[in-house]
Each structure stands twice: as structure tokens, then as C-alpha cells.
T-cell receptor, first 112, second 110 residues
Framework: AAGVIQSPRHLIKEKRETATLKCYPIPRHDTVYWYQQGPGQDPQFLISFYEKMQSDKGSIPDRFSAQQFSDYHSELNMSSLELGDSALYFC???????????FGQGTRLTVV | EDQVTQSPEALRLQEGESSSLNCSYTVSGLRGLFWYRQDPGKGPEFLFTLYSAGEEKEKERLKATLTKKESFLHITAPKPEDSATYLCAVQASRGQNFVFGPGTRLSVLP
């Protein structure tokens, strides 16, 4: 079965650089979530989209932005990167707003 | 504010030794409670969704139950391959995001 695809899987950036993470949801899933998970921590909600519109916002820094495109893929843009942004970034998709979400394998971002 | 706590933080079992993991939650209007399994460096893998008190779901050696304040994940006769972190998450009726608990790190020794 098709799963959520994230790219790249690993990314190394220097402080103050920008990064773009991509997410391709499961076909026919209309809802996308972005989560950040630091070492030994639980996933923290950043932002979500339903039918290409932002639907909920969590603890996403102002330096980050995201959007969902007409083909339902989503991108998380991160600027002025800081060392503390180093984490695993997960994208998840669901076939509706009231049902379980399926997670991708994540992008490991390392800021040096 | 929606909150999820899980206990124990870590659990070591011998192969075949059954046990239960607890997830306690505070949420204004529960839309759903979700259990995930996460292996190191990988994305959470969906296990179960529970929507109302009294509901139970089963899958192989795992069984999830739900009350008005907590959920249990029962593991019967675990095997070493069940070793992982088990995450509980809730979705409130007013929002869309999933609020995760800190997880229980399960180790099953052969």
C-alpha cells in the first residue's frame, strides 16, 4: 500500500540557512500534518492543512512557513535556521479530519 | 489545555510476560484516541483508533481499551520484535491536531 513519502530523508544545513522539506501524502488523503520531534521527545504539532487550506496551527516558529499545493503535496519552508531546529520532521496524512493519520518516515534535519 | 500522560515511562518484560501500558488524558471533547508504535529514527506507525468509552480494538498480541479518562494498551505474550516506543495521542473535537503523550519505551527480552 502507498505510504506518505517525505524528502529528503536527511538534510544538513548551517545556521542561518534555509531548508525546504517536502511531503507527498497517501493518494486521496485530503489532510496533511507537520510535526517536529526532538531527541527523546514526543512529536510536537506544527501546522495542518485540509483541502489545501491551513486548518490548524501549533507551535510553529514565525521563521517557518508551509503550504499545500493543488496536487496535495506539502512543503515546509524553514528560514534563518538555528541549532535548536535540529530534529526529526514528520509529515502525516489522513483521509479526513476526524480519523487516524499515517506518518511518513521523516526528514532528519541537522543544523550545524 | 489538552494533555496526555503515559505510564510507565519505560518497561522491560521477559518474552511471554504480559503487561499493560497506560494513557491518561484531559481533553475538552474527545474526538478520538490513537495508539502508535515508533521504532528509533522512524515515523510513528498507526495501531488503533478508539472513539468512545467502552470501545476495544485488537490486533495480534495487542488490545486497546478506552474509558472516559484513560486508555490501556494490553500486550499479551510479547515477543522481542514488540520492543518499541508506544505513543498515545488524542484529537479534540474543537481542533484537528493530534496531541501526543511522552510515550512508553517497551523492551522485550528473549
Amino acid at each position: 500500500a502507498a505510504g506518505v513519502i517525505q524528502s529528503p530523508r536527511h538534510l544538513i544545513k548551517e545556521k542561518r540557512e534555509t531548508a525546504t522539506l517536502k511531503c507527498y501524502p497517501i493518494p486521496r488523503h485530503d489532510t496533511v500534518y507537520w510535526y517536529q520531534q526532538g531527541p527523546g521527545q514526543d512529536p510536537q504539532f506544527l501546522i495542518s492543512f485540509y483541502e489545501k487550506m491551513q486548518s490548524d496551527k501549533g507551535s510553529i516558529p514565525d521563521r517557518f512557513s508551509a503550504q499545500q499545493f493543488s496536487d496535495y503535496h506539502s512543503e515546509l519552508n524553514m528560514s534563518s535556521l538555528e541549532l535548536g531546529d535540529s530534529a526529526l520532521y514528520f509529515c502525516a496524512s489522513s483521509p479526513g479530519r476526524n480519523t487516524e493519520a499515517f506518518f511518513g518516515q521523516g526528514t532528519r534535519l541537522t543544523v550545524v | 489545555e489538552d494533555q496526555v500522560t503515559q505510564s510507565p515511562e519505560a518497561l522491560r518484560l521477559q518474552e511471554g510476560e504480559s503487561s499493560s501500558l497506560n494513557c491518561s488524558y484531559t481533553v475538552s471533547g474527545l474526538r478520538g484516541l490513537f495508539w502508535y508504535r515508533q521504532d528509533p529514527g522512524k515515523g510513528p506507525e498507526f495501531l488503533f483508533t478508539l472513539y468512545s468509552a467502552g470501545e476495544e480494538k485488537e490486533k495480534e498480541r495487542l488490545k486497546a481499551t478506552l474509558t472516559k479518562k484513560e486508555s490501556f494498551l494490553h500486550i499479551t505474550a510479547p515477543k522481542p520484535e514488540d520492543s518499541a516506543t508506544y505513543l498515545c495521542a488524542v484529537q479534540a473535537s474543537r481542533g484537528q491536531n493530534f496531541v501526543f503523550g511522552p510515550g512508553t519505551r517497551l523492551s522485550v527480552l528473549p
